[in-house]
């Protein structure tokens, strides 16, 4: 069995429980092991340091848990997916510099997917799995296979609108 830490987001706004009774219900669907965060736009994020076989098994039966235990609420997003240039350096504990200087090297097929102003967003698994393929080790084996399930489950919410 393999630690793995992660956050899970949810719009709860639809349950119409008070802080209270959402942090009780949590913890009786099996969510112990958790940091529960509100927010003031109806929203939660769980943040997780859960044991499993595997990042996927983790993250589905943590998801499981929140939607059995808060009927109406609705999955939002799993992390660590999104990522800066900041984030990719606190990984790899290199400077942000360092970071952009690689993704701007020629032949690396490393893109943001997006940017935010004037910052890059990137998928977290692409760029550990690209600077594996440059000759830069993953630093944390349970951090890539989070990334990954990460990857996946935002994928997979992103079809069902």
Do not use: W
């Not at 997780?48 to 983790?58: D, G, P």
């Not at 970071?99 to 690396?108: A, D, E, R, S």
């Amino acid at each position: 069995m393999k630690m793995f830490e992660f956050s899970l987001r949810f719009d709860i706004s639809a349950c119409q429980k008070s802080i209270d009774a959402i942090d009780d219900l949590l913890f009786e669907a099996g969510c112990g092991d958790a940091l529960v965060r509100h927010s003031r736009k109806g929203e939660i994020q769980i943040d997780y340091n859960r044991e499993a076989e595997s990042a996927l098994m983790a993250f589905e039966r943590a998801k499981s848990e929140v939607l059995c235990a808060l009927p109406g609420a609705r999955f939002l997003e799993a992390k660590p997916d999104y990522v800066s240039p900041s984030d990719i350096a606190a990984n790899y504990q290199i400077s942000r510099q360092r970071v952009l200087k690689i993704m701007q090297t020629k032949g690396v097929s490393i893109h943001p997917m997006t940017n935010v102003g004037n910052t890059q967003i990137f998928r977290l698994a692409s760029v550990m799995s690209q600077l594996e393929k440059l000759g830069t080790p993953i630093v944390d084996a349970t951090l890539y296979e989070a990334a990954e399930a990460a990857l996946k489950l935002n994928s997979e919410a992103q079809l069902l609108g």
